[in-house]
């Protein structure tokens, strides 16, 4: 009787869920962290895309070590999930060589949701290399995750510690929702973005920490509709719209981005738009920044429109980066440096619309200062630093 329940209750669980189940295991992949596991996760992929219902990807406990896998759609199904709580390890064969620019890769897929899962990247290799002066043949590393071409898409309870480059790349793509993630590499690791989001649509991030040695969340060309909300960014670079404009191409504009409720602790910059001193031309604009602590923040507000690294192609040009509609709301915090609210904006393209309201940003327990070039805007209620406008 006892029995007969049983099964009846697995049947009805598995009818209920109506999704089909792969396991990793079953597909040849080995959780002892030494043996190679792509083909088999490769199989397993091949195996739910293929499928016409819903199918999910199991991958239990242990360590799966993978080279580079690239999960590529259309698929036959618009509701594949990976339910993760193994550690996938990236196979680092030699140091600094191969240049794969990827190792987790998803493209042109529809309704892919990664639940959990630890990404471990093993960059420390790689970024000792890019250390020395003279790393001829080195490749730039590899970013953990990335999804191209893709919508519907939801990652959630995910870790990636230590990524070569970025840790989680969001590329050409609608519709994609990261939450509760952790990334996590020390905050001396070069080119270590937590996220990076480009080209895409309607993207939110939320309830998320990351603490790397690069941009916390970064945002570049053509991002339109982005929200973030809850996170928690530092160490780290901060959450940059930029760099934008250096390319010599006409760029697409970033529109609508939203960062609300979050903390920066430690950080090298907040809040900050970073556009090359070279007349490439682009837009930035309809953004808001709203109710953000900075705790020992270096730079808490900054526009700098003349980013030109060592002074190489690029001196005594302007920006043709318009950058405007900018709302910064409820700010408070403490900034390291005595100018906390920096906007160098681009002499042929001046900021426009910069709007303040509620800013309360001290340097060693008194008021800091700001500083504006070529920036017009507005403010409201009390605001420290005193606008500068
Ligand atoms: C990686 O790319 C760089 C730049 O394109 C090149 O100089 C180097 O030889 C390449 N390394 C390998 C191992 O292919
Ligand atoms: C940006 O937001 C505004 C206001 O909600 C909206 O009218 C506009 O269409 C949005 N822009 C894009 C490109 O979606």
């Given at each position: 009787?006892?029995?007969?329940?049983?099964?009846?209750?697995?049947?009805?669980?598995?009818?209920?869920?109506?999704?089909?189940?792969?396991?990793?295991?079953?597909?040849?992949?080995?959780?002892?962290?030494?043996?190679?596991?792509?083909?088999?996760?490769?199989?397993?992929?091949?195996?739910?895309?293929?499928?016409?219902?819903?199918?999910?990807?199991?991958?239990?406990?242990?360590?799966?070590?993978?080279?580079?896998?690239?999960?590529?759609?259309?698929?036959?199904?618009?509701?594949?999930?990976?339910?993760?709580?193994?550690?996938?390890?990236?196979?680092?064969?030699?140091?600094?060589?191969?240049?794969?620019?990827?190792?987790?890769?998803?493209?042109?897929?529809?309704?892919?949701?990664?639940?959990?899962?630890?990404?471990?990247?093993?960059?420390?290799?790689?970024?000792?290399?890019?250390?020395?002066?003279?790393?001829?043949?080195?490749?730039?590393?590899?970013?953990?995750?990335?999804?191209?071409?893709?919508?519907?898409?939801?990652?959630?309870?995910?870790?990636?510690?230590?990524?070569?480059?970025?840790?989680?790349?969001?590329?050409?793509?609608?519709?994609?929702?990261?939450?509760?993630?952790?990334?996590?590499?020390?905050?001396?690791?070069?080119?270590?973005?937590?996220?990076?989001?480009?080209?895409?649509?309607?993207?939110?991030?939320?309830?998320?920490?990351?603490?790397?040695?690069?941009?916390?969340?970064?945002?570049?060309?053509?991002?339109?509709?982005?929200?973030?909300?809850?996170?928690?960014?530092?160490?780290?670079?901060?959450?940059?719209?930029?760099?934008?404009?250096?390319?010599?191409?006409?760029?697409?504009?970033?529109?609508?981005?939203?960062?609300?409720?979050?903390?920066?602790?430690g950080t090298e910059n907040g809040l900050?738009?970073?556009?090359?001193?070279?007349?490439?031309?682009?837009?930035?604009?309809?953004?808001?920044?709203?109710?953000?602590?900075?705790?020992?923040?270096?730079?808490?507000?900054?526009?700098?429109?003349?980013?030109?690294?060592?002074?190489?192609?690029?001196?005594?040009?302007?920006?043709?980066?318009?950058?405007?509609?900018?709302?910064?709301?409820?700010?408070?915090?403490?900034?390291?440096?005595?100018?906390?609210?920096?906007?160098?904006?681009?002499a042929s393209n001046p900021c426009s619309?910069?709007?303040?309201?509620?800013?309360?940003?001290?340097?060693?327990?008194?008021?800091?200062?700001?500083?504006?070039?070529?920036?017009?805007?507005?403010?409201?209620?009390?605001?420290?630093?005193?606008?500068?406008?």
């Open positions: 009787m006892a029995k007969s329940l049983h099964l009846f209750l697995l049947f009805f669980s598995f009818s209920s869920s109506n999704a089909l189940v792969y396991n990793i295991l079953n597909f040849g992949g080995k959780p002892d962290g030494k043996s190679d596991s792509t083909k088999a996760f490769i199989k397993a992929w091949k195996a739910a895309c293929s499928s016409t219902s819903a199918s999910t990807i199991y991958v239990p406990r242990g360590k799966y070590s993978l080279g580079l896998i690239k999960f590529n759609g259309p698929c036959k199904n618009n509701a594949i999930r990976f339910s993760i709580d193994g550690t996938l390890l990236a196979q680092r064969s030699k140091v600094g060589l191969g240049n794969l620019s990827q190792w987790v890769v998803f493209e042109n897929v529809q309704g892919v949701k990664i639940d959990g899962g630890n990404f471990d990247g093993k960059g420390t290799d790689l970024w000792t290399h890019k250390s020395l002066i003279h790393c001829q043949g080195c490749s730039l590393g590899a970013s953990s995750l990335t999804f191209i071409d893709s919508k519907d898409i939801e990652i959630t309870r995910l870790t990636s510690i230590n990524s070569e480059l970025y840790h989680i790349v969001i590329l050409n793509c609608k519709d994609v929702k990261v939450s509760e993630v952790k990334v996590e590499a020390p905050g001396n690791s070069p080119n270590t973005d937590g996220i990076h989001v480009q080209s895409s649509k309607d993207v939110t991030i939320t309830k998320t920490t990351i603490k790397t040695g690069d941009d916390c969340i970064s945002i570049g060309e053509g991002t339109v509709g982005l929200w973030i909300e809850q996170v928690f960014c530092g160490p780290g670079h901060g959450i940059s719209i930029g760099s934008l404009g250096k390319e010599e191409v006409k760029e697409e504009g970033v529109e609508n981005v939203t960062v609300k409720t979050s903390t920066f602790s900050r738009i970073k556009t090359w001193a070279s007349p490439n031309s682009g837009f930035v604009k309809g953004i808001t920044f709203e109710d953000i602590l900075m705790r020992d923040v270096k730079n808490p507000i900054i526009i700098d429109q003349n980013y030109c690294p060592h002074n190489i192609a690029c001196p005594n040009q302007n920006s043709g980066i318009k950058i405007s509609q900018v709302m910064y709301k409820n700010i408070k915090g403490s900034s390291t440096t005595q100018v906390a609210m920096n906007f160098e904006c681009s619309g910069i709007g303040l309201q509620n800013i309360a940003l001290m340097y060693e327990k008194q008021p800091s200062k700001s500083t504006c070039k070529h920036a017009q805007g507005t403010s409201s209620g009390p605001i420290i630093p005193p606008s500068c406008f």
